[in-house]
């Protein structure tokens, strides 16, 4: 299959969207990641998905829609998901909810009683969505088990003649992917830290929200439901080991000539590396989570590197995505001196 690049002009979303209704699969931008469309209530094309990703088939897909009023059909709302809705739509924060019996594919649920949904800031895939007329699944559009694709360059050396299009919009916004909370439970819990925070939520919801990927939560045995967790995420070919600031001198004594760094300007400065030694992260947590999937993508596919060390954020506001990205990249390995 060849696969076709759109721009994001109005003819060109048409054909896509042509391509959604008739079962194919075709890449779309978010503000997060690129995800990989196809139809949601057409099993044949929610199939092909998972072909091309090589997703493990218990894995459940995200649902994608334009407006908040296609959900209706699918699943019961609560005042509180409504709620997030309402101050969070269109963002990067997918909910889960109990789904409506036997509205949802199994294909897209794997099997449990809830379906997550994602309404995303972005222009194209909204009006994508709109022209289909039908939700589409929305998984990030990486080979399972690598990094999300930021960009559509990304998705192109993954998905090439896998699927039939990629509607490019340039680099992504965020960078990681949306907060994943489950709102099926009376608990709120936060099964993928995102955009949207603990804090944010909580102040909309006016109650506690759990969060089931910090240590705390581990600690006291709160029992995560994403079942995409227990798969490898993120993960380059290549050695990826973090490093905390207070190490970067030491680390900088044992580089080694195949190593590289990905870290803020000031640490790069600090560590007085070259070009050639150092993928930029910018200057704010903004910026180096926009940019971590990206440089783990470009060292990934440069055969002379060994390991690449990455700078950790402050564990606040999107620190903790960019973290909680960085430890599955890295397997948790910890530059130690
Ligand atoms: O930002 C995003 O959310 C991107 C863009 C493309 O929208 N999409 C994305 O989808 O990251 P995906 O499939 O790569 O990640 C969704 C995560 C997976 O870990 C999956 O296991 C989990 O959400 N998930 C989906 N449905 C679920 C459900 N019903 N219950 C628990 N976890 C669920
Ligand atoms: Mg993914």
């Known amino acids: 299959m060849k696969t076709k690049i759109f721009e994001t002009t109005k003819n060109d979303i048409e054909e896509a969207s042509r391509l959604i209704q008739n079962g194919e699969v075709v890449a779309f931008p978010t503000e997060t990641v690129y995800g990989l469309g196809a139809d949601a209530t057409n099993e044949s094309a929610i199939k092909k998905v998972f072909v091309a990703k090589g997703r493990p088939a218990d894995n459940p897909l995200i649902m994608t829609?334009?407006?908040?009023?296609?959900?209706?059909?699918f699943v019961t709302i609560s005042d509180q998901a409504r709620g997030l809705m309402d101050h969070f739509w269109p963002g990067s924060l997918t909910i889960i909810l109990p789904i409506k019996p036997g509205k949802v594919s199994m294909l897209v649920t794997g099997g449990l009683q809830?379906?997550?949904?994602?309404?995303?800031a972005n222009d194209a895939a909204r009006t994508l969505i709109r022209v289909a007329g039908v939700p589409i699944v929305g998984p990030s559009a990486n080979t399972s088990?690598?990094?999300s694709p930021t960009t559509a360059q990304h998705v192109w050396h993954d998905m090439q003649n896998k699927i039939a299009g990629i509607v490019d919009d340039g680099p992504t916004q965020v960078g990681v992917e949306s907060t994943v909370v489950d709102m099926s439970i009376s608990t709120p819990i936060i099964l993928r830290p995102g955009a949207?925070?603990?804090?944010?939520?909580e102040e909309v919801l006016q109650m506690k929200v759990i969060d089931a990927t910090s240590t705390e939560s581990v600690a006291s045995n709160v029992t995560p439901k994403a079942p995409g967790m227990k798969y490898r995420h993120y993960a380059p070919d290549k050695n990826v080991v973090m490093f905390d600031e207070l190490d970067a001198l030491e680390l900088k004594q044992v580089l080694a000539p195949n190593d590289v760094v990905m870290a803020k300007d000031d640490m790069i400065e600090k560590m007085a590396l070259t070009n050639h030694q150092a993928w930029s992260l910018g200057n704010t947590l903004e910026t180096a989570t926009e940019q971590l999937f990206a440089g783990l993508r470009f060292y990934d596919d440069d055969s002379q590197i060994t390991t690449i060390y990455v700078q950790k954020m402050p564990p606040i506001g999107?620190?903790?995505?960019?973290n909680n990205r960085l430890g599955k990249a890295a397997g948790n390995q910890e530059f130690q001196n």
Do not use: H, N, S
Request: proline letters at 10%.
């Open 114 to 120: 809830t379906v997550a949904f994602r309404l995303p």
């Open 145 to 147: 088990g690598k990094p």
């Open 318 to 322: 999107i620190g903790k995505a960019f």
């Open 65 to 73: 829609v334009a407006d908040a009023a296609q959900l209706d059909e």
């Open 196 to 201: 949207v925070t603990q804090p944010q939520l």
